[in-house]
Each structure stands twice: as structure tokens, then as C-alpha cells.
């Protein structure tokens, strides 16, 4: 049953890239970012992910797993999403297994948003985009 879930962001300095990172938690505990970093590194490398793009990472503490949401913006107006669950002690990319969450939405509807009023709408400001965050 939905119900809703602590949803944060984190300062924008907390990626050396830019990314615009929050955090979701099932139980209402702070999400520890650490846990995600290793993997998020892995996700940037595997999909050319620099501070170049406009992109943002949801680190979620699910109620039965750890998700990783990653999204970026190419081809001028198109999000890019790669999600990974932390299965056991190691994290998988499966589309057949895995999505984002109906939590991660508020998130990327933000996101979409944020996109098309710093980046998509005549005038170009990537620091605004990234300053731009969603409101707990």
C-alpha cells in the first residue's frame, strides 16, 4: 500500500561530477550516500556520464532493497534512466527485472521540469539546473 516515504536532497556539491543527488527512504532513517557511491562511479564510467550532462542520481532505501536511479539528459530533449538494485552484496542492471519506482516519479517529474525551465525553454544555465532542486 502507498504511503509516503522521506525524500531528500542532498547539498550540490556532493558529486564531484554535478549530479543533482537525493535521497528516498522506506523506513524514514537517513540514507547513507556511501553506500551508492561506489556503484554510482561504476554507472558514470559504463554510460559516459560527465560533468558536462545534466543528470541526477536517486538513492533509494527501498523496503526490501537498495535502488540506485540514475538519469541524464542527451540528444538535446531525451532522459536516459539506468537503475540498479543491490541484490546479496552485489548490484544488478536488469530492465527485465528492474524499473525506477512509482517514488522515483516525484523525482523525475522534477527533474523533467527543472530541465525544461534551465535548459529546454531559449536560455542555457547547467548551474542553474543544478542548483535547481526538489523541495522535501
Request: aromatic fraction near 18%; charge should be negative; charged fraction near 20%.
Given at each position: 500500500m502507498y504511503k509516503p516515504r522521506k525524500t531528500a536532497s542532498l547539498p550540490p556539491a556532493s558529486d564531484p561530477d554535478g549530479l543533482k543527488l537525493y535521497t528516498i527512504s522506506a523506513s524514514g532513517?537517513?540514507?547513507?550516500?556511501?553506500?551508492?557511491?561506489?556503484?554510482?562511479?561504476?554507472i558514470k564510467r559504463e554510460k559516459k556520464i560527465d560533468?558536462?550532462?545534466?543528470?541526477?542520481?536517486?538513492?533509494?532505501?527501498?523496503?526490501?532493497?537498495?535502488?540506485?536511479t540514475?538519469?541524464?539528459?542527451?540528444?538535446d530533449n531525451e532522459l536516459f534512466l539506468s537503475v540498479s538494485v543491490k541484490e546479496s552484496a552485489a548490484w544488478v542492471e536488469d530492465r527485465t527485472k528492474?524499473?525506477?519506482?512509482?517514488?522515483?516519479?516525484?523525482?523525475?517529474?522534477h527533474e523533467r521540469n527543472s530541465f525544461i525551465r534551465h535548459l529546454y525553454s531559449g536560455a542555457k544555465d547547467?548551474?542553474?539546473y543544478r542548483k535547481d532542486l526538489k523541495s522535501n
Open positions: 532513517a537517513e540514507v547513507d550516500p556511501g553506500r551508492y557511491q561506489e556503484r554510482l562511479a561504476f560533468s558536462s550532462l545534466p543528470a541526477f542520481a536517486i538513492l533509494h532505501d527501498g523496503a526490501t532493497c537498495e535502488y540506485l540514475v538519469g541524464w539528459w542527451r540528444n528492474y524499473s525506477f519506482c512509482l517514488w522515483d516519479l516525484e523525482i523525475i517529474w547547467l548551474e542553474a
